[in-house]
Nanobody, 132 residues
Framework: QVNLQEFGGGSVQSGGSLRLSCVASGGNYRRNCMGWFRQAPGKQREGVASLDYSGATYYVDSVKGRFTISQDNTNNTLILQMDSLKPEDTATYYC??????????????????????????WGKGTLVTVSP
């Protein structure tokens, strides 16, 4: 049984920063694709950022230049550093992982697993609230 648990959510004012962590436990499995997703109130869940086993990262346009995805291999932790936060970043943030690569087909410009949310393992989410 693979478990993903998010930490680091909370409330912050516009322009502030938060650092989300996702700790994996419960099994020795390959995580060739890892990602962060979010669901704002009344909206569908969307992919925010992904990290492929090759090291390639991808960010949705709305967070480019503000969010950074990284991995700490020493403790099985996926990190999302969020800077210059805006009220529209308010959402529940989920981490997810999959044994497959983020890019399913050769030549993809966007990672299929992030865009279509094709991830095998999901955390339960952590709430981020950004006030004006």
């Amino acid at each position: 049984q693979v478990n993903l648990q998010e930490f680091g959510g909370g409330s912050v004012q516009s322009g502030g920063s938060l650092r989300l962590s996702c700790v994996a436990s419960g099994g020795n499995y390959r995580r060739n694709c890892m990602g962060w997703f979010r669901q704002a109130p009344g909206k569908q869940r969307e992919g925010v950022a992904s990290l492929d086993y090759s090291g390639a990262t991808y960010y949705v346009d709305s967070v480019k230049g503000r969010f950074t995805i990284s991995q700490d291999n020493t403790n099985n932790t996926l990190i999302l550093q969020m800077d210059s936060l805006k009220p529209e970043d308010t959402a529940t943030y989920y981490c997810a992982a999959d044994p497959g690569t983020c890019y399913v087909r050769r030549g993809e410009s966007r990672p299929t697993r992030l865009v279509f949310q094709m991830m095998a393992y999901w955390g339960k989410g952590t709430l981020v609230t950004v006030s004006p």
